[in-house]
């Protein structure tokens, strides 16, 4: 079936470093693909998506780029900073069994100041 | 204003007891879910209705019956709480499930049991 694998955590960088979270997945057809952010106590809110092959999501600094020939959607962010400090998810939407979201399992990112 | 409310924030209770978790979105969505997050922050989905019908239903015990009384509001009525319901409850919504609207998600419901 379809799913979204994305690298086990925690991720601890420091002020300013380089981020990449890796996301890959198995889907038939074309989904959407998608990263939200968890920070702590709140629920899930997008952080960027991309809808087609070499679609390229950013907001806030994050980038990630639909790759349809490696099946990834890794997100990166050039200098992060201490309030960048969450869980992330990669996801996909599905029309697999009626439509919906399939999340990775999430990971957590630590930045120190 | 919120767009994705759910109450309580937490919820202490006994096993055994039966307890009731309210959703409500005013995005004007369509489509409202529910999730379980587990202390590993793994998230499941559990429930999806689409103007106020099922359309996905995962494996999830029948001591859980989700309630819609309109497309605006999706409830959780759990019975005969049990140990292994500990974990945070997510309510979302979303505008077109089938098309490449995100979800909107509320701040969770964080369900302990004794």
């Known amino acids: 079936g379809d799913s979204v694998t994305q690298m086990e955590g925690p991720v601890t960088l420091s002020e300013e470093a380089f981020l990449t979270i890796n996301c890959t997945y198995t889907?038939?057809?074309?989904?959407?693909l998608f990263w939200y952010v968890q920070y702590p106590g709140e629920g899930l809110q997008l952080l960027l998506k991309?809808?087609?092959?070499?679609d390229k999501g950013s907001n806030k600094g994050f980038e990630a780029t639909y790759r349809k020939e490696t099946t990834s959607f890794h997100l990166e962010k050039g200098s992060v900073q201490v309030s960048d400090s969450a869980v992330y998810f990669c996801?996909?939407?599905?029309?697999?069994?009626?439509?919906?979201?399939?999340f990775g399992a999430g990971t957590r990112l630590f930045v120190k100041a | 204003d919120t767009a994705v409310s759910q109450t309580p924030k937490y919820l202490v209770t006994q096993m055994g007891n039966d307890k009731s978790i309210k959703c409500e979105q005013n995005?004007?969505?369509?489509?409202m879910y529910w999730y379980k997050q587990d202390s590993k922050k793994f998230l499941k989905i559990m429930f999806s209705?689409?103007?106020?019908?099922?359309?996905i239903n995962e494996t999830v015990p029948n001591r859980f019956s989700p309630k819609s009384p309109d497309k605006a509001h999706l409830n959780l009525h759990i019975n005969s709480l049990e140990l292994g319901d500990s974990a945070v409850y997510f309510c979302?919504?979303?505008?077109?499930?089938?098309?490449?609207?995100?979800?909107?998600f509320g701040d969770g419901t964080r369900l302990s049991i004794l």
């Open positions: 996801a996909l939407i599905t029309n697999t069994g009626g439509f919906k979201t399939i």
């Open positions: 979302a919504s979303s505008g077109d499930p089938g098309g490449n609207q995100p979800q909107h």
């Open positions: 995005l004007g969505h369509d489509t």
């Open positions: 991309a809808t087609k092959a070499d």
């Open positions: 889907a038939t057809g074309y989904p959407s």
């Open positions: 209705y689409n103007n106020k019908e099922l359309i």
